[in-house]
Structures are given as C-alpha cells and as structure tokens.
C-alpha cells in the first residue's frame, strides 16, 4: 500500500472512524487523536493487513481496541458523576437534552455492550460483521446487543421525563 492509497483510505473513512471513536469518548479532540492513531497504527502494521477489501473492518478493530484501552485506563464514574456530556454534532437541536441523556447511558455501558451497540445501530454492521471486527462469536455478539438493548433502556428511563 503507498502513500496514495492510505490518502485515499483516509479520505474514505476518516469521518465514519472519527464518529464511531467519538461516541465512545465524547470528546472531540480524544476522539481526534484516537482516529489519527488508528490510521497510524494501520500504515505502521500494513504489511501485516490481508488485501481482501476489509480495510474498514481492520480500522475499525484498531480503532475500537484503542477506544477499549483509553475506557479500561479512565476511572469509572457513576451515571450521575458524568460531566455534561458534548453535543453529537449530527443530533439536531431540539433533541439536544435526548442526545445528552443517551450519550449519558451509552457512557454508563460496559465497553463490549456500547461497541457492540455503536457498531450495530450507528456504523450499520451486520451481528457476523461484529463478530468479525470485536473477534467474538455471533452468539456473544448477540448476547451482547440484547443485553445493551435492554441496560440502555433502563438507563433512559431514569434520565428521561
């Protein structure tokens, strides 16, 4: 891979990568850094990636390994102890307070249920496509989002009126 295809790759995937890492930390510029580092890590351990047209799912492994060791390296806070959470820039305004809340929950999730959610529900992978890029098996990654499914409800339910 030359340096014209890793542009080309950039250019590509950049913002999709950038938005995945930004809802699991909810910041812009950690979630900046965490995307150049994903794109750095893949050009530095090129030679090791199989071409088969799966450069997505190998950026997004990278950038959801990361975004698991910045969660585990942070204190957990408690729902309640969450600083203010930033506004997804993709939200519209009068669902802005929704955003928050949800933004909120997702943050209270263990790390394996929010991805698994993030990348179902907000990337659009399928639950083999998942099982491909977390390198589970498709009945964890099914636990996994009925799980999710069913704690961010409960958390909701507690934030929202």
């Known amino acids: 891979m030359g340096q014209d295809e890793l542009n080309t790759l950039v250019l590509a995937h950049y913002d999709a990568i950038y938005a995945y890492c930004w809802r699991h930390v909810g910041q812009r510029e950690l979630a900046q850094d965490l995307t ?36 585990r390296r942070k204190k957990p806070l408690a729902l309640e ?13 009068d669902d802005r307070d929704t955003a928050l809340a949800v933004q909120a929950a997702l ?35 099914r636990y996994r989002l009925a799980a999710a499914r069913r704690r961010l409800g409960e958390l909701l339910k507690e934030e929202l009126p």
């Open 36 to 71: 150049q580092t994903t794109f750095l890590r893949f050009w530095q351990h090129r030679d090791r990636y199989i071409h088969d047209g799966r450069e997505l799912n190998y950026l997004y492994t990278i950038a959801g390994n990361l975004c698991k060791d910045w969660c």
């Open 81 to 93: 102890d969450l600083p203010q959470p930033q506004r997804d820039p993709a939200a519209p305004p």
């Open 107 to 141: 943050a209270a999730l263990p790390f394996a249920q929010r991805n698994t959610l993030l990348l179902y529900y907000v990337q659009g992978f399928t639950t083999a496509e998942i099982a491909a890029i977390t390198h589970t098996t498709l009945p964890a990654v």
